[in-house]
């Protein structure tokens, strides 16, 4: 599946996308990704596990329990190279956290060779336009 050379994935906790405080509601999440900051945040109910949990199911269909709740992902690749592979990750029915000022159900998951898997909230705008850049050949 993953080729020669590569290693087997393992998660690396977010740093810069990591949930907020745990007082913060998604108006305050969705707040601080829209001003003018490009830097997404996932939301503060869900925990590091269940950030891993999400990140994790890259590849196609799962049945995941993220706070208590069971939800189905759904997750493709959209690029892939030679060092990285990157996917997105939806659940329809969960708001992951928020980017550029807006909700949002995706992550943006990248694979390295290594094997480090680590992703971060995206809109679904942002990865349309993610996937037409990848389309074209550039990165």
Known sequence: MLGEGWLLPRWVPPDKHAPPARHLDLADVRRQTGLGRKIAKYHSSLTFDDIETIEMAFEGDHVLTIGGRVYTSHAEQIFSHSVVRIHFVRIDEL??????????????????????VHGYPMTRRELDAKIKKYRHGTR
């Open 95 to 116: 708001i992951l956290g928020a980017s550029l000022g807006e909700d949002t159900n995706i992550a943006l998951v990248k694979l390295s060779q290594p094997g480090c």
